[in-house]
């Protein structure tokens, strides 16, 4: 049986269509998304385990993919291909064939290397004689790379099925707007391997769509949230970054979004915190209320409407409140213990921003 | 003897071979460039500079601040109507601004080092891009109050959220083997990173 996500009879849309296995993963972690979101990856294998009984490893041995430092210039392709092929070793040694990255700068950088190596056979050979040399170790390719929001995209069928709330606000019955970010590496640099293309990916549309909530369409809908690798990193080069964030919420404002959710951890990390700079720099706020909107990972998300607690899955490592977004869906939880560490222990709050609502 | 050109070395690089095909320099990818829209830079012209075939030009360009301006969203790759992909160029030009020296020559060159340093560390120390323990709110103010609060109470906010902040065992944050650590020390010596970085501290 075809693992394709649906059935496709527009022959056009089939090199949009990807294929997806339906169990048996080795999670590549994101070194962004394990530093600014930290649970959200033992939430995300808690679902796919928990929820949807599937079976992913999760290998204390691997390390960082290199991606930043590559698209940053900093190392060398072939330095970024071995340490991949690397992953690729390990991943055979724990007995698996499907490999899924949680982050999108891996998911491009997994794609790019291995099409690098279709395409030109002889970095291959260099990669498996550069592996070899320096850690003994041999790997083949794996049957299946993807990334995370693949997986819940796939099962977002079996998961709507289970969920406590929806994507619908409590007191008018209407969808919630929601704010799709796709980071440009999961489909701007090979648009065939991601849901939808590169125009008019779906990943994260068809999850809102699926959960109940409207999809915003604005102008600025496919805009790079500003990551810009070196850009982000050189302190004196950040206005690159807040820029092109800033492109993106004037231009969402207006259709007056109740969520951002993205798919890639830088992506959904600045489009929290550039909320919180342009509102003590500026003065502006783009939620209702002197609030911002909320930025979460599809994770998240998830968790939340399947009615886990909201600081279980760590949405108070936020800048920007979520509390609009809970009392629109109007999910139960406890304001009081947003910030208590384990077990209830009183760790006291972080100072409120001088603008930006808590 | 025939002395290799810049031109040459570009050549050699499979991002460059795979980012320019034939650019028709129609400004599509200027068109749709983050970084255009906030520094003084235009893909297409780097793409025609480089199509030009003058080494002196090309010289000038890996001596600019201009290569270093891309941020690499690759969002030129989606849109180019020839299917070049000039920020596949600029990492040919980077990497070939670097190892012939002309780094050196611009500003935006020379900050490779500081990049290099932070990061290289956080990669060979850690086995991370980047790690908890170097983000502070004095490097990353955007990081805002609620990564102060996470700072000073570290351990009980990440135990908190089930992570394995420096432990010996899988999960978020967790403490990278050494065996690891060594492989991508090992893998960096054979692959030429170390060496690029030797050559961003010969300022």
Excluded at chain 1, 184 to 211: M, N, Q, S, W
């Amino acid at each position: 049986m075809s693992n394709l996500i649906v059935p496709v009879k527009n022959l056009e849309w089939q090199k949009y269509q990807k294929e997806i296995a339906n169990d048996h993963y080795y999670l590549a972690r994101s070194c962004i998304r394990q530093n600014v979101f930290p649970a959200a990856e033992d939430i995300f294998m808690k679902i796919l385990r928990e929820e949807l009984g599937k079976d992913i490893f999760d290998d204390p041995a691997q390390t960082t993919c290199t991606g930043i430092a590559y698209h940053s210039g900093l190392i060398p392709f072939e330095t970024t291909m071995t340490v991949v092929a690397r992953q690729f070793s390990l991943m055979q040694d724990a007995g698996y064939e499907n490999f899924v990255c949680s982050c999108v700068t891996s998911f491009g950088i997994y794609s790019e290397v291995i099409e690098t190596w279709h395409h030109f056979p002889e970095t291959l050979a260099k990669t498996r004689e550069q592996l070899l040399k320096s850690t003994g170790r041999v790997f083949e390719i794996p049957k299946n790379v993807v990334h995370a929001s693949d997986l819940i995209f796939k099962f977002r069928e079996e998961l709507s099925k289970k969920l406590k709330y929806r994507l619908v606000n409590k007191e008018t019955g209407k969808p919630l707007k929601v704010v799709d970010h796709i980071g440009c590496h999961y489909a701007k640099i090979f648009p065939e391997k991601g849901i939808g293309g590169a125009e008019y990916p779906y990943v994260l549309a068809g999850l809102t769509d699926e959960f109940g909530g409207e999809q915003v369409n604005y102008p600025e809908r496919r805009h790079c949230c500003g990551f810009g690798f070196r850009q982000y990193l050189l302190k004196e080069n950040r206005g690159y970054s807040v820029t092109n964030s800033k492109i993106k919420f004037d231009s969402m404002k207006p259709y007056k979004p109740d969520l951002i959710i993205g798919n890639c951890p830088g992506c959904t990390f600045f489009l929290d915190r550039w909320q919180y700079v342009i509102a003590e720099m500026e003065g502006i706020t783009y939620g209702e209320g002197g609030f911002g909107i909320p930025s979460l990972t599809y994770e998240e998300i998830t968790a939340l409407l399947l009615g886990y607690n909201p600081w279980d899955i760590g949405l108070q490592v936020h800048q920007v409140a979520v509390e609009p977004l809970l009392d629109k869906i109007g999910i139960e939880y406890v304001k009081s213990e947003k910030y208590l560490g384990l077990n209830g222990e009183d760790i006291g709050e972080p100072q409120k921003p001088k603008v930006l609502m808590q | 003897m025939y002395k290799k050109t810049l031109y040459d070395s570009l050549k050699e690089d499979i991002r460059y071979q795979e980012g320019l095909k034939a650019c028709i320099n129609c400004g599509t990818c200027t068109a749709i460039c983050p970084a255009a829209g906030v520094s003084d830079y235009d893909p297409r012209e780097v793409v025609d500079i480089v199509q030009s075939g003058s080494e002196d030009d090309l010289r000038k360009l890996l001596s600019s601040d201009t290569i270093w301006r891309c941020g690499e969203c690759l969002s030129c790759k989606t849109r180019c109507p020839r299917s070049n992909t000039p920020a596949y160029i600029i990492q040919a030009l980077r990497a070939l601004s670097i190892e012939s020296g002309l780094f050196r020559e611009s500003h935006q060159g020379r900050m490779q080092r500081d990049i290099m340093r932070t990061m290289s560390d956080h990669m060979l120390e850690y086995g991370y891009c980047v790690y908890f323990d170097g983000i502070d709110t004095e490097k990353f103010p955007e990081q805002g109050p609620v990564w102060d609060w996470i700072k000073e109470n570290k351990e009980k906010v990440l135990e908190r959220l089930g992570c394995s902040y420096k432990q010996d065992r899988a999960g978020s944050l967790r403490a990278i083997p050494k065996s690891s650590l060594d492989d991508l020390k090992a893998i960096f010596k054979e692959t030429g990173a170390m060496a690029r970085f030797k050559k961003l501290e010969e300022l």
